[in-house]
């Protein structure tokens, strides 16, 4: 059995100028609808006012090893199913946030604009492929491509999602769990000078080669986490393997 987080990452290695690919917009005949345990609370900004985003979204932080944190911290975090939103925080009280998030979920997981924990019970629409999709940066894979992918040599990181199947697939799906390492080029989008919420951006993404690590086979991009970006090599494994239900179109490293 692979380690479901193993959390592997090899020295990091900027590239630019490589090639990469984004996951389309999913248009197949499964559909994914679930979402994660808990999540950061929004923001207040004196010049935004109250606001919140969606991801980054790490489904193999258990939820309840947060909630143990401390009211310090927990004071921030709430649970999704409970429907109860905490306070907003300052955009002061964010920074200090993740800082103190930092021991617990490591460096390569900042919590950005509002992170999201866990996993919870999700249904399943449709006939399902090979990959199939809650978002275009919500990638689920059956356990078999999982294990094949990352013995092929791309390791992927995941949980096994407890899914309520309309139509049983016959193995489970890993939930990808995606960091957000690849940047925007900066010169594509506005943000606020107080809170960092996004204010402008360019339609097209384009990365900045300087933050693109080509050596990580799917990383979501920090300031837009609703992404799933292939490396080059992996989306030439998928294309040759016919893996269904995924689509890439190349993006622009610069
Ligand atoms: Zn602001």
Redesign the pocket.
Known sequence: MPNWNPFRRKDQVKVKNARAYLADAPKYKSHILGGGQCHVTGIV?P??TQWGAGGPFYPTVDCSTLYELGEDITKYIYEISSRKSRKPMTPTERNELAEKLIPVLGQDRPIGYGAIFGVSLAEAKGPIGDFAWQTRGLVYVRESVFREINEAGFPLVGVPAPLKFQKDPGERLILLELLPSARRLASTFKQ?E??D?ILEVEETLRIDGSSFDDSIPIQCVYEWPATAVFSADLADYIRERGFTDISLSPIEVV
């Open positions: 900004c010049v935004c606020c107080i809170c919420r």
